[in-house]
C-alpha cells in the first residue's frame, strides 16, 4: 500500500539554524513526491515537487529536497531558517499506478525561536 | 490562478444530522479529494475521485459518501454526523498523467459536530 512516514512530529529550532525534515516513502514505482507547508492560519501550499530528472529539487523561500531512490526519501533542507519557516510541513507522494492518489505523511511542526 | 473553494469556512452541526460539503474548482481537473486534517495526524484520505461518478475510498471513508455528478464539484456527504467528525476537512483537485499532479487545496471547512 502507498504510504508516507515523517520522522519527526515538533522540531524546535533556533534562527539561523539548519533544517532537515524526514520523509520515507512506502511505493517502489514510480512516484511524484511532494512538500507542502501550512502557516499558522493558511491553507496548504506547494513547497516543491519532485517528478524526474534532477534527484535535487529547489523549491520557495530557500528549501530544496533531494530524492534518494535506494532510501525511498525525500528530505527537506534549508540551510539557515527564519522565524517567518514556523509553520507545519507536510510530505506527500503520488503515482499513476495508483491513479494519482495523493497520500500524506502525519507532518512536522516546525518552531523556529528568535 | 487555480481555485478551489470550499462552500463554508466554518459549520457547526447537531450529531445526527445530514451534513453536505461542496467543493468547487475552476481549472477542468480529473481528480479531486476529501481530506480530513487533526492534530497529529496529518491529512488522512477519505475519498477521492478521477472523473465524473467515479469515486475510490481512501483511508478512512467509514460515516463518509461523497458526489461528483459534475467535473467541477466534489461533495462530502456525512450520513449521520458524530462528535468524532469534528474536525478540519480539506478539498483538493490535480491532474491526472505521470507528471505535474501538483494538487491545490482549499481553505478548509472546520465542522463541528455538537
Known amino acids: 500500500a502507498q504510504s508516507v512516514s515523517q520522522h519527526n512530529h515538533h522540531v524546535i529550532l533556533s534562527e539561523a539554524a539548519s533544517l532537515e525534515l524526514g520523509c520515507n516513502y512506502s511505493y517502489g514505482g514510480t512516484v511524484n513526491l511532494f512538500w507542502y507547508v501550512q502557516y499558522p492560519g493558511q491553507h496548504l501550499q506547494l513547497l516543491l515537487k519532485?517528478?524526474?530528472?534532477?534527484?535535487l529539487v529547489k523549491g520557495i523561500k530557500g528549501f530544496e529536497a533531494e530524492f534518494i531512490k535506494s532510501k525511498f526519501s525525500f528530505n527537506l533542507r534549508k540551510p539557515s531558517v527564519q522565524w517567518s519557516d514556523t509553520a507545519e510541513y507536510f510530505c506527500?507522494?503520488?503515482?499513476?499506478?495508483?491513479?494519482?492518489?495523493?497520500?500524506f505523511g502525519a507532518g512536522t511542526i516546525l518552531r523556529v525561536k528568535s | 490562478d487555480v481555485k478551489v473553494t470550499q462552500s463554508s469556512r466554518y459549520l457547526v452541526k447537531r450529531t445526527g444530522e445530514k451534513v453536505f460539503l461542496e467543493c468547487v474548482q475552476d481549472?477542468?481537473?480529473?481528480?479531486m479529494f476529501w481530506y480530513r486534517q487533526d492534530p497529529g495526524l496529518g491529512l488522512r484520505l477519505i475519498y477521492f475521485?478521477?472523473?465524473?461518478?467515479?469515486?475510490e475510498k481512501g483511508d478512512i471513508p467509514e460515516g463518509y459518501s461523497v458526489s461528483r455528478e459534475k467535473k467541477e464539484r466534489f461533495s462530502l456527504i456525512l450520513e449521520s454526523a458524530s462528535t468524532n467528525q469534528t474536525s478540519m476537512y480539506l478539498c483538493a483537485s490535480s491532474l491526472t498523467g505521470l507528471s505535474d499532479t501538483e494538487a491545490f487545496f482549499g481553505q478548509g471547512t472546520r465542522l463541528t459536530v455538537v
Open positions: 519532485y517528478f524526474s530528472g534532477d534527484p
Open positions: 475521485s478521477y472523473d465524473v461518478k467515479m469515486k
Open positions: 481549472m477542468d481537473h480529473e481528480n
Open positions: 506527500a507522494s503520488s503515482s499513476m499506478e495508483y491513479g494519482n492518489k495523493l497520500v
